[in-house]
């Protein structure tokens, strides 16, 4: 299976340093409420942040991270995004949900 992205919700910014490190050969998109979140991680290898509010369930989650991903050109239709968080949603340091999802 090979993705197009790997998107990762993240509070302090934790989650996509770890994904960062590996170098993956696709973009990481870090989706986080936190602007000071957002600015450390402007210089970690392969991302770019993108603010976006707190998610209240895994379903607004998935569809939220498909939207942005096709809305800034990371994946097209049809295409698969690794997603990765952590419930309960907000909290630093609970990574541990990982999702495959296909872009409507």
């Given amino acids: 299976m090979s993705a197009a992205a790997i998107i990762?919700?993240?509070t302090s910014g934790s989650t996509?340093?770890?994904a960062s490190r590996g170098r993956p050969e696709v973009p990481i998109l870090c989706l986080t409420e936190s602007l000071v979140t957002a600015r450390?991680?402007?210089l970690a290898w392969g991302v770019q942040c993108v603010m976006a509010p707190?998610?209240?369930n895994f379903s607004n989650m998935v569809g939220r991270a498909c939207q942005i991903a096709k809305e800034f050109e990371y994946a097209s239709p049809e295409q698969s995004v690794v997603?990765?968080?952590g419930v309960p949603f907000g909290t630093p340091g609970?990574?541990?949900i990982?999702?495959?999802a296909?872009?409507?």
């Fill in 94 to 96: 609970t990574t541990n």
């Fill in 16 to 18: 996509t340093l770890r």
């Fill in 54 to 56: 707190d998610v209240i």
């Fill in 102 to 104: 296909k872009i409507d």
């Fill in 8 to 10: 990762t919700y993240t």
């Fill in 83 to 85: 997603i990765t968080a």
């Fill in 98 to 100: 990982l999702r495959i």
């Fill in 40 to 42: 450390k991680l402007a």
